[in-house]
């Protein structure tokens, strides 16, 4: 069956504090666009740096993982599988690629936009491009995932 | 191509997943993928699709599932391109 972007969302087992992505504005089974509105009080900033809260480079990777693999790969394995079976199924992080080139402050908006590679025996590869809202590029690179049985 | 062919040409598509370098070195048939050269298990889709490519060949995923030593994937190869 072919999930909705909402039905997506609610699948996504990633949650605050740890969850960036508010929002899934495309989708289908060749590409993933989401945005994600960095908090201020998201807890990373106060150690990262003190005085200088910068958007930790792991987090911008989290961030185009959780587009770019479990949101674009839910999608996928919903269209192989029923939907209670997708939901017994979670995304871990294999391997990546990812060169930066700015940084997100507080209360910037990133947008991520992911490009399938390959879809195979429930491996994910995307090709992946963090920007922030006025078009500037942070982050490209290419993320791989896998799913497995939750638990 | 002949089996030594593949054969080579599979361990150095394997070379850059392989965690085992030295047992790489002295590969035989029989080396597991997994266990031997420990190449973690969600490269071995990495593995399998560049082989896809380097032979032009398409490897089904019941297939690749049965590939545990670098002789399965020579085997699978030279009959697929048979």
Known sequence: MTLSAEEVLALIPQQRPFRFIDR????????AVGEYTFRDDESFYAGHFPGDPVT????LIETMCQTGLVA??????????PKDEVAKTVTLFTDCQVDFESIVRPGDTVRVEAEKVFWRRRKLKSNVVLSLASGATVAKGTVAG?????? | MTEQQVFEKVVSIIKPFAKAPEVLASAQMETSI???????????????????????????????????TIGDAVKLILAAKA
Request: proline share 3%.
């Open chain 1, 24 to 31: 899934l504005v495309e989708l289908s089974d060749t590409r």
């Open chain 1, 56 to 59: 930790p480079g792991v987090i």
């Open chain 1, 72 to 81: 674009l790969g839910i999608y996928l394995l919903g269209l192989e599988v």
């Open chain 1, 146 to 151: 896998m799913g497995v049985p939750r638990g």
């Open chain 2, 34 to 68: 997994l266990k031997d050269l420990k190449v973690n298990s969600a490269r071995l889709v990495d593995v399998v699709l560049e082989i896809e490519d380097a032979f032009e060949i398409e490897v089904k995923d019941e297939d690749a599932d049965k590939v545990k």
